[in-house]
């Protein structure tokens, strides 16, 4: 009989703070040690810039910085790994996206969330760990 270890969950957020997110790179996990993602040798990586993350997935410098550079392809391109929702988180409050840029998710048949980015980050824990395929797009406290 052959036993495998089944890894649950995957990237998880561990701090967020004002002008900054700590992810968690678990020691499994292919993104650990990986040169271009800045890691302590515990897998934490900061992030001072808006980025995007999953539980396989993570994405540094995503484009739109601050809420006004959003524009609804910024969301769209999220569409490209196939999450059951997309977590937006808009910075220190919430803010909602223009109606054509909801729609365009919607259509694609994929929940959109927007909430306020220490919201968003603690919801991604959450929904990672009930094993959901949720991407979050988090602009900066």
Known sequence: MKFSLEQVGGLTIRAYDTGQVTVVIPPWHPLRGVVNIEQDDEGNAEFNDSFIISRE?????????TYDELQPE????????????????????LR???GETM??????????????TAAACRTFNILVAEGRNVVAALMMI
């Open 96 to 98: 909602f996206p223009n």
């Open 57 to 65: 997935h993570l994405t540094a410098d995503w484009v739109p910085q």
């Open 103 to 116: 729609a365009r998710i919607q259509e694609a048949g994929v929940g959109l969330e927007v909430m306020d």
């Open 74 to 93: 910024h969301l769209t391109t999220l569409l490209a790994y196939e999450p059951e929702l997309i977590l937006l988180g808009t910075g220190a409050q």
